[in-house]
């Protein structure tokens, strides 16, 4: 059963124009939520994290929102760059210490188009 | 060097081969973990380590044998292993309680063959 969903495998923009990935999330536990991202041939790179007692946080071009009672984030990228043509990852944590165990979605692959 | 390191980048071993992968991380962190990549699936975590003890196996056969020497070091010894095991490898490090997620290597291309 996956806990982080992410349903769209692929998404195509306009450069300059917003990009937004989303993530879906069935484990009332989580309380901390990370986005990466990911180039071919590299490992994921941390982009940008929220925690539960917030519905934003926002990081140049990069927003992410958080709607816990829908269990549901989103990333906004606006503009959006050809270089942000990148696999990304939704993860969480049931905590932002401890552990640290993050469970991760397959990842939605944003090309950006010139 | 910085970060977190792998090696090798890729990898091809027969069935009956016994190999390592490696893992070094430079940033102080003390957690390390091992994810498996396979096509279309998410990153399943394999095996958790906070200072240098195993806390989390989750359910990986034992021709996957983790070893953490030090908090700077983690290894996966494979054995036996079959072509389904054919993935990326990502290691991982973080510093417990900082909550800034996970600091990835470039993985381990491995293909079973």
């Known amino acids: 059963d996956q806990q982080v969903k992410q349903n769209s495998p692929s998404l195509s923009v306009q450069e300059g124009r917003i990009s937004i990935l989303n993530c879906d999330y069935t484990?009332?536990?989580?309380?901390?939520f990370l986005w990466y991202k990911k180039y071919p041939a590299e490992g994921p790179t941390f982009l940008i994290s929220i925690s539960s007692i917030k519905d934003k946080n926002e990081d140049g071009r990069f927003t992410v929102f958080l709607n816990k009672s829908a269990k549901h984030l989103s990333l906004h990228i606006v503009p959006s760059q050809p270089g942000d043509s990148a696999v990304y990852f939704c993860?969480?944590?049931?905590?932002?210490?401890?552990?640290?165990?993050?469970?991760f979605g397959k990842g939605t692959k944003l090309t950006v188009n010139p | 060097e910085t970060g977190v390191t792998q090696t090798p980048r890729h990898l091809v071993m027969g069935m009956t081969n016994k190999k390592s992968l490696k893992c070094e991380q430079h940033?102080?962190?003390?957690?390390m973990y091992w994810y498996k990549q396979s096509a279309k699936k998410p990153l399943e975590l394999m095996f958790v380590y906070n200072f240098k003890e195993q806390t989390e196996n989750n359910s990986v056969p034992s021709r996957f044998s983790p070893e953490c020497p030090n908090s700077s070091h983690l290894f996966l010894h494979l054995h036996t292993l079959q072509p389904e095991d054919s993935a990326l490898y990502l290691c991982?490090?973080?510093?417990?309680?900082?909550?800034?997620?996970?600091?990835f290597g470039s993985g381990t291309r491995l293909t079973v063959v």
């Open positions: 484990n009332s536990m989580f309380d901390y």
């Open positions: 991982a490090s973080s510093h417990l309680g900082q909550g800034h997620g996970y600091t």
């Open positions: 940033l102080g962190h003390n957690a």
């Open positions: 993860a969480a944590s049931p905590a932002q210490g401890g552990s640290e165990k993050l469970v």
